[in-house]
């Protein structure tokens, strides 16, 4: 910054700092040196900066003339998940000994170019143990979208497994932001479908193990055996047994569920259901065995220990990327406990305004459970109008018996 200054003139240079909610911070006063290193400023914090130049000359009434201001910077890049490409793709339930495969799309939102960077892959399974994997050095020019391919050739186990995908895990090179390059994708692996079946389910879907419930939980069995001649009609096949934090056993018989037979010799599969009531906090056994005393098929077992807990529904949620350029998707994990009775998502812009409302409806699939759900954010407003490029405040809202909570993400929208 140059100008023209008297001894009588007093200047200032003020840099201000702008967080995601518009409000002005001081962050510097220079009164001598005017070349500023910037660096200090958290892009994280302060998005955007403000520049005020003050000048004053009491006595002669001259103030300093600035003649010109300059900022320089050197421009780093910055990778993100095409995320309409990544949805596209995304397999729920996978059988066992099929490939995994994922197909996605990686963009590079600047205009610099980064070269030499690698994916890294961590699946994890329900015990929590991991496996990673790396892709080849991978390269983008300026605004590049490049397409990658993610295998895994391995058998895995039937159970709950979550895919971790880290854009330039290593941060090397430097970019802007690393929040845009982590990516999470749950599905889960059905076993061999080798008869006989022994299926069991809470709220619609598999139980991983030390899995968390809510408290009004429904079981669902479902036994096929399609290659014995005898039909399934008989509910004292199946021995059920529910044991509690503090020890108690207790015995699910004909009182307890419902039992539907088997419709036919062709499917020959007979459902059981049953909801018991999970009145301590803690950790539960479920055990299943099907037996036939005239040996028509071979017994079954069936066991799996899952938790009841009464925290707040909202376990977990996250926006990316972040920053948004045309689509987001929105990721919220619940707890166990009861569901939520009101469950929505409102955006506001800078002004305060609200923009948009996701209701519970809107949302994939809203159970409660270590899985995380998902709804895709197109940047639009409720009227299906592209918003602008601007800072917005995403507020998760939830109601479980009558406890209300609120998670707040601030965001900001790109052109």
């Known amino acids: 910054m140059e100008g023209t200054k008297t001894i009588t003139d007093a200047t200032a240079l003020y840099i201000l700092g ?3 909610e518009g409000k002005q911070d001081t962050l510097r006063r220079i009164v001598n040196d005017y070349d500023v290193n910037l660096t200090f400023i958290k892009p994280n ?21 600035l003649d010109w201001w ?102 090397s090179p430097e970019e802007r932001t690393f929040e845009n390059n982590i990516g999470i994708i749950q599905f889960f692996v059905k076993g061999d479908k080798r008869e006989p079946i022994l299926d069991v389910k809470a709220n619609g879907d598999y139980i991983s193990e030390n899995q968390l419930l809510p408290l009004s939980s ?13 039909l399934l009609d008989n509910p004292d096949i199946f021995s059920i047994t529910l044991t509690y934090p503090s020890g108690k056993i207790e ?6 569920f419902s039992f539907t037979p088997s419709a036919g010799l062709d499917n020959n599969t007979v459902f059981l259901t049953f ?96 899985i995380t759900r998902s709804h895709l954010w197109e940047a639009k407003d409720a009227d299906g109008q592209v918003l602008p490029a601007g800072n917005y405040l995403f507020v998760i809202t939830g109601n479980r018996t009558g406890q209300t909570v609120q998670v707040n993400h601030k965001v900001v929208i790109i052109k």
């Not at 037996?291 to 017994?299: A, G, L």
């Not at 799996?304 to 949620?317: K, T």
């Not at 990721?331 to 166990?336: A, I, M, R």
């Not at 569901?339 to 949302?363: K, T, Y």
Request: avoid cysteine.
């Open 18 to 20: 702008i967080d995601h």
């Open 45 to 65: 914090e302060y998005p955007q900066i403000k520049l005020m130049y003050e000048s004053n000359d009491p006595f002669d009434k001259t103030s300093a003339q």
């Open 70 to 171: 300059r900022v320089f910077y050197q421009d780093l890049p910055d990778i993100s998940f095409d995320i309409a490409e990544v949805l596209s793709s995304i397999p729920d339930t996978i059988d066992s000994g099929t490939p995994f495969t994922l197909s996605y799309g990686i963009k590079n939102l600047s205009e610099e170019s980064i070269e030499d960077f690698r994916v890294k892959y961590i699946i994890t399974d329900q015990s929590n143990e991991q496996y990673s994997f790396f892709s080849d050095q991978l390269s983008l020019e300026g605004d590049e979208l490049k397409f990658e391919n993610f295998t895994m050739g391995e058998i895995l186990p039937e159970g709950h497994y979550k895919l971790t995908v880290l854009l330039n895990d290593e941060k």
């Open 218 to 230: 429904e079981f669902d069995i479902a036994f096929r055996t399609p290659a014995t001649k005898v």
């Open 251 to 256: 015995n699910i018989d004909e009182t307890q």
């Open 275 to 370: 909801a018991p009531l999970l009145n301590e906090q803690g950790k539960y056994t479920l055990s299943v065995k099907v037996t036939d005393s005239k040996k028509n098929f071979s017994d079954q077992e069936y066991q799996v220990s899952f938790n009841i807990s009464e925290r707040s529904f909202i376990a977990g949620s996250s926006i990316f990327p972040n920053p948004i350029s045309s689509y987001a998707q929105i990721n919220v994990e619940l707890d166990g406990g009861d569901l939520p009775v009101d469950f929505s998502i409102r955006i506001f812009d800078g002004a305060g305004r609200i923009v948009e409302n996701i209701s519970r409806s809107e949302f994939q699939n809203i159970r409660t459970g270590p």
